[in-house]
């Protein structure tokens, strides 16, 4: 095969096949810039370190999809259709709600968990690990009866370092 020949070949496959843009499938007929613009909704899930999840729902219109798929280039794609498009981050962060309300406690099967408030409110966040309350300093014990509040991400850290010392299946 000639040079000529080869080089039309691949030509034409790069600018008649369908290729994958961003995360949509666009053919080289399909502009990526539109006369009319494409309204959807855009759902933006942030994943937080103490388990929650914030939702935020969007209205975009989109003119160009390279541009819309560069402006959410940090998020990950998790469900897309023609009307709504699903994004999610991982927040390296606990979340807004632990920060003002969260306290770490413990349950009555021993579970070490966040509580909305002060443990004896009983709304669980998220739930651990099972604790040895037998081999627990008595101090400790206490505290998480009492509650601990937790308002900063180095705070939630440290308590579950402290308390995975008398975790259950030395986790």
Same mark, same amino acid.
């Given at each position: ?31 990526? #810039?539109? @006369? ?13 370190? @103490? ?21 959410? @280039? ?18 390296? @962060? ?55 509040? #937790? ?7 440290? #308590? ?12």
């Amino acid at each position: 095969m000639t040079l000529c020949a080869c080089t039309l070949i691949i030509f034409l496959i790069m600018f008649t096949s369908p290729v994958l843009i961003g995360k949509m499938k666009v053919s080289a007929s399909e502009s990526l #810039v539109s @006369d009319q613009p494409h309204e959807v909704e855009v759902l933006l899930q942030r994943q937080y370190l @103490d388990g929650e999840m914030s939702e935020e729902e969007l209205e975009e219109t989109i003119w160009s999809m390279e541009d819309f798929w560069s402006y959410y @280039d940090e998020w990950e794609l998790v469900d897309q259709n023609k009307d709504q498009i699903v994004f999610r981050k991982e927040i390296n @962060d606990i979340s807004p709600l632990m920060k003002m309300h969260g306290y770490f406690g413990i349950e009555d099967d021993g579970t070490l968990s966040i509580y909305n408030g002060k443990p004896t409110e009983n709304e669980v966040i998220q739930s651990f690990f099972q604790i040895n309350t037998k081999q627990l300093k008595s101090h400790l014990h206490e505290s998480l009866l009492e509650g601990i509040p #937790v308002s900063t991400k180095d705070e939630y850290l440290e #308590v579950l370092k402290i308390y995975q010392k008398y975790a259950i299946n030395g986790l």
